[in-house]
């Protein structure tokens, strides 16, 4: 089965970058999707199609892709504190989520 | 606004079916191209997708490897709504339950609802 893999967690102070990677066979080939995901919430849609960042959504999250995608949190703040998933399509074109970041801003 | 309300028993005894209901305002469940989602998210960490369906002149049905066999998800153009059944469930089922639309990625989802599986 078709596998994303994510650092397990990512630490930052406020105000500083946080970088998370999704690393897969076909990435490179295949667009990349960002959830947010928060205790008690429902996830957030923050990067679509590699780089697309939904209305709403703020500025300093991006995206970008190649043989690895990257969620970019740049002036990181308290409240982006959560769990981050990237998710791609397999070969049957069915989602798969990676296997998730904790992002720490302290 | 697009939203979407889950409903559906928490509780459920081990080898029974979990059914789950997603109703959906704002859009429609056939609705050409624009799938209806259902991921859940376990306690032992991570997002799992489920399975879906979409109408793409013809109803589409497309579940995870995981779940292949046990899983169910119907549309109900009338109420405007779609469901999930998941048949013989275990402990290993216990997790919160989310339905989705993939317009550009999974951009709108419902609330969730835990799902415990135990006797």
């Known amino acids: 089965s078709y596998e994303l893999t994510q650092p397990p967690s990512v630490s930052v102070s406020p105000g500083q970058t946080a970088r998370i990677t999704c690393s897969g066979d076909?990435?490179?080939?295949?667009?990349a999707y960002w959830y947010q995901k928060k205790p008690g919430q429902a996830p957030v849609l923050v990067i679509y199609e590699d780089r697309k960042r939904p209305s709403g959504v703020p500025e300093r999250f991006s995206g970008s892709s190649g043989t690895m995608a990257t969620l970019t949190i740049s002036g990181a703040q308290v409240e982006d504190e959560a769990d981050y998933y990237c998710c791609s399509t397999d070969s049957s074109g069915n989602p798969v989520f990676g296997t998730g970041t904790k992002v720490t801003v302290l | 606004q697009v939203q979407l309300q889950q409903s559906g028993p928490g509780l459920v005894k081990p080898s029974q079916t979990l059914s789950l209901t997603c109703g959906i305002s704002?859009?429609?469940?056939?609705?050409?191209?624009?799938?209806w989602n259902w991921i859940r998210h376990s306690p032992s960490g991570g997002l799992e997708w489920l399975g879906r369906t979409l109408y793409r002149s013809k109803w589409i049905y497309d579940y995870a490897a995981s779940v292949k066999g046990r899983i169910t998800i119907n549309p109900d153009t009338s109420r405007n709504q779609f469901s999930l059944q998941l048949d013989s469930v275990t402990p290993e089922d216990t997790a919160v339950y989310y339905c989705?639309?993939?317009?550009?990625?999974?951009?709108?989802w419902g609330q969730g609802t835990t799902v415990i599986v135990s006797s």
């Open positions: 076909a990435l490179a080939k295949k667009y």
């Open positions: 704002g859009d429609s469940v056939s609705r050409n191209n624009v799938a």
């Open positions: 989705a639309r993939s317009l550009y990625g999974m951009d709108v």
